[in-house]
């Protein structure tokens, strides 16, 4: 069965700041990857998705991540966050219809 | 396009106590997923409804059921309430064919006193 391991629980960082949510799945085929984010009392919104060619993708809000099938990583970068981003970031691969998630990054974006 | 529409958005139910939540999806998405997302954890897959049938399904136990209606929405039934149902527990929508992205509804907080 896949899983996916996000490392870091929580991540702090200071406004303006980049930042990086670690995310890694096990997998020995073809995969689709998702990174998801929750505000307070909300549902999931998809943030970035890997489905196939380019191995960088981009979201509208600055985020991206790049799949890295060597080393079974799809890594969310933001060079400047902002006060806002402060939220719950959850990794998520397609196995292959339902969706298997970590147990999330709480980024935490100080002023 | 209202999105995926969940409903209530909280509940308070005993244990023992029966439930029922609800969800309507997005326009032009047939398939209907659950998930529950206990505090502090990442969301599990229940189950997944395509076609009113149940296609796919996680590792839950029988007291958790479901159904999709004609117009594809769905419901999710919970038995015999425990206090570990407790959870957030939300409800995506796809379209099976094209192999479209998952849209999650608000969530229904349940809690079990």
């Known amino acids: 069965a896949q899983s996916v391991t996000q490392l870091d629980s929580q991540v702090p960082v200071f406004e303006e700041a980049p930042v990086e949510l670690r995310c890694n799945y096990s997998?020995?085929?073809?995969?689709?990857l998702f990174w998801y984010v929750q505000y307070p009392n909300q549902g999931l919104q998809l943030l970035l998705k890997y489905l196939s060619g380019s191995t960088l993708v981009e979201s509208i809000n600055g985020f991206e991540a790049e799949f890295n099938k060597s080393q079974t990583s799809f890594h969310l970068r933001k060079p400047s966050v902002h006060i806002s981003d402060t939220a719950e970031y959850f990794c998520a691969v397609s196995d292959p219809d339902k969706l298997i998630f970590g147990t999330g990054t709480r980024l935490q974006v100080f002023p | 396009d209202a999105g995926v529409t969940q409903s209530p958005t909280h509940l308070i139910k005993t244990r023992g106590q029966q439930v029922t939540l609800r969800c309507s999806p997005k326009s032009g998405h047939d398939t209907v997923s659950w998930y529950q997302q206990a505090l502090g954890q990442g969301p599990q897959f229940i189950f997944q409804?395509?076609?009113?049938?149940?296609?796919q399904r996680g590792n839950f136990p029988d007291r958790f059921s479901g159904h999709q209606f004609p117009n594809y929405s769905s419901e999710l039934n919970v038995n015999a309430l425990l206090l570990g149902d407790s959870a957030l527990y939300l409800c995506?929508?796809?379209?099976?064919?094209?192999?479209?992205?998952?849209?999650f509804g608000q969530g229904t907080r349940l809690t079990v006193v």
């Open positions: 997998s020995s085929v073809s995969v689709y």
């Open positions: 409804y395509y076609e009113e049938e149940e296609r």
């Open positions: 995506a929508s796809s379209s099976l064919v094209g192999n479209t992205e998952a849209f």
